[in-house]
């Protein structure tokens, strides 16, 4: 039988990033940063779309040259349609378009959320790698997005809940911002949390119905415990650094873990999955073992590899895409935004 190979490509932010995968197996996943960012305290949308443009050929040659392949094998490009940001989503879409076209296979879109939710069945060839069975639940927490996804198959997911304000990430970004700490912070406050007591200090919750999640009072509630201590002592943060992280980071897991398990227990859903760059939290991810533990979930945590934006993602999704035969045309444009039917 003919091996199925599929080119990844990912542009959605400030990673460009391709990958292969040849019959649902790893065989490559290039990521090129973008430290350029750093000085600004954030992405620069048009400074990364500058960035993709020079990074795109090299990162696709050494993706095709790990995978030891040539590019001649390959089945099918799968790229990164949306969400994200337009200028950078156009450099990835542009490429793959072209690409497809040169070496006369079909382009397969994928959409990014969709992709973070598909990390979970990469296979990198180990015989007791374990994979989610459907129906499950996913909860997908990044940067940009925090939401609870009913994952129905591969091709269907819904949203059941999100954040109504700012996301898991930005929480942990903006209130490390405030303590001084470099963009981004939520790696920076896992890190001090490791030294810190989670009880130090309580921050309000959010009580809004559903599966709906809200980060901004807890934001709110953050910088104003700051602002009335260092009145009093200027020296408050440094002095509580590593408290602050801790009882901050806990909050925020407390938050994500209460509503997923209103979800599962609603649905009696019991295979629960996380997902995003803030799945490479220390304390989330114990949180989802001992949630597992305490009330019988199978828990899905990815490598830490596939939490950040990555390609490897794009290829395993644009793989399920091409086995049900369900390509784009040329005509297809990105798009920055979706609706809540992924
Ligand atoms: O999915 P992702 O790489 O891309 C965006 O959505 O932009 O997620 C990035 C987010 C940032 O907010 C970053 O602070 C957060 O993930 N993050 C973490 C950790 N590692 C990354 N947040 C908390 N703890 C971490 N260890």
Redesign the pocket.
């Known amino acids: 039988m003919h091996r199925k190979l599929i080119l990844g490509i990912e542009s959605s932010?400030?990673?460009t990033s391709a990958a292969v995968i040849c019959d649902g197996v790893l065989m490559s996943n290039v990521i090129a940063g973008q430290s350029v960012h750093e000085q600004y305290g954030g992405?620069v949308p048009e400074l990364a779309s500058r960035a993709h443009q020079q990074n795109i050929i090299p990162v696709v040659d050494q993706a095709i040259k790990q995978a030891g392949i040539d590019k001649s094998e390959l089945s099918a490009v799968a790229f990164t349609r949306g969400p994200g940001l337009l200028g950078s989503l156009l450099v990835g879409t542009s490429f793959a378009k072209g690409f497809s076209q040169a070496l006369n296979i079909p382009l397969v879109e994928v959409n990014h959320l969709q992709a973070?939710v598909q990390a979970h069945f990469i296979s990198q060839g180990d015989q007791n790698e374990k994979h989610p069975a459907f129906p499950f639940l996913c909860l997908l927490?990044?940067?940009?997005?925090s939401q609870i996804i009913l994952v129905r198959s591969h091709a269907d997911m819904e949203v059941i809940g999100q954040t109504i304000d700012d996301?898991?990430?930005?929480a942990?970004?903006k209130c490390?911002k405030v303590m001084g700490l470099p963009?981004?912070?939520?790696?920076h406050?896992?890190?001090l949390a490791q030294n810190g007591n989670p009880k130090a200090f309580k921050f309000s919750k959010p009580r809004i119905p559903g599966y709906n999640y809200s980060f901004s009072g807890l934001k709110t509630s953050f910088l104003y415990l700051l602002r009335d201590e260092m009145k009093v002592n200027p020296e408050f943060v440094k002095e509580n650094l590593n408290d602050l992280c801790a009882s901050l980071?806990e909050t925020?897991v407390d938050i994500l873990m209460i509503k997923l398990k209103l979800a599962a227990h609603d649905l009696k859903i019991n295979q629960v999955a996380v997902a995003?760059?803030?799945?490479?939290?220390?304390?989330?991810r114990k949180a989802f073992v001992d949630y597992g533990m305490k009330l019988g979930w199978d828990v899905f945590i990815p490598p830490v590899a596939f939490?950040?934006?990555n390609a490897a993602m794009i290829a395993i999704s644009g793989y399920f895409k091409y086995l049900n035969h369900d390509f784009c045309d040329l005509k297809e444009v990105p798009y920055a935004r979706v609706n809540n039917i992924l």
Not at 141 to 145: D, Q
Not at 167 to 170: P, S
Not at 276 to 284: E, I, K, P, Q, R
């Open positions: 932010c400030d990673d992405v973070h927490v990044s940067g940009g997005n996301a898991a990430g930005e942990f970004d490390a963009y981004p912070g939520g790696p406050i896992d890190r980071q925020i995003g760059g803030v799945s490479a939290n220390s304390s989330l939490t950040t934006d």
